[in-house]
């Protein structure tokens, strides 16, 4: 791939991909600033979930800047992150990759009490509620990659980039994370 790397991306997989490890390698990579769907756009302290009229507020102010990589777009909001991407980054990764990562993450963070997103920490209650983020994989993981074979297809969509493998992704970030020729024809004009 040539060209310059892309100033506005989404990184849009499924629960356990590891998204946000991505988003953060790419902004590091490439020096545009990250956001994150779960702290800057969704949660408050205690978990508790942010209105969605502020969430859609938010996510307009991230998406009218020039520059950003953002780790993840709600349902709710996504369309105006679409709006403005340059390049979408999907991890199309195994079922059983994202959620062996999923699981070995949330045990981590249960045992070391990482905080999560806005001071929120994972515990053995919410791994087994109703909601927990291992039952939210398996309650999105088929719409999520859903909606990107849509995207895919739509030619009015931004690029879409593939990784079936994270040495794949890892190598192009280490490269430069360069954008494919679609972005780049799309910022000439």
């Not at 938010?58 to 709710?76: C, E, F, K, N």
């Not at 993450?105 to 990482?114: F, M, N, P, V």
């Not at 794949?168 to 490269?175: K, Q, T, V, Y």
Request: aromatic content about 8%; overall charge positive; some cysteine.
């Amino acid at each position: 791939m040539t060209g310059v790397p892309a100033q506005r991306v989404l990184f849009h997989v499924v629960t356990g991909s590891g998204k946000t490890s991505a988003a953060h390698a790419y902004a590091i990579a490439t020096g545009v600033p990250q956001f994150s769907a779960d702290d800057d756009v969704g949660w408050l302290p205690g978990w508790e979930g942010r209105e969605i009229e502020d969430q859609y507020r938010i996510a307009a102010t991230i998406a009218g800047q020039d520059r950003w990589v953002l780790d993840s777009a709600y349902s709710s909001w996504r369309d105006i992150i679409i709006a403005r991407t340059e390049l979408i980054v999907f991890l199309d990764y195994p079922r059983w990759l994202s959620l062996g990562r999923l699981v070995r993450r949330t045990i981590r963070r249960i045992i070391s009490k990482d905080q999560v997103c806005n001071g929120n920490t994972e515990t053995l209650r919410r791994v087994l509620a109703k909601d927990s983020i291992i039952g939210w994989h398996f309650k999105t993981f088929t719409r999520k990659r859903k909606a990107i074979e849509q995207i895919r297809a739509n030619p009015s969509m931004p690029p879409v980039l593939s990784f079936q493998r994270p040495c794949d992704l890892d190598s192009w970030i280490a490269e430069g994370a360069h954008a494919p020729p679609a972005v780049q024809s799309l910022r000439e004009d």
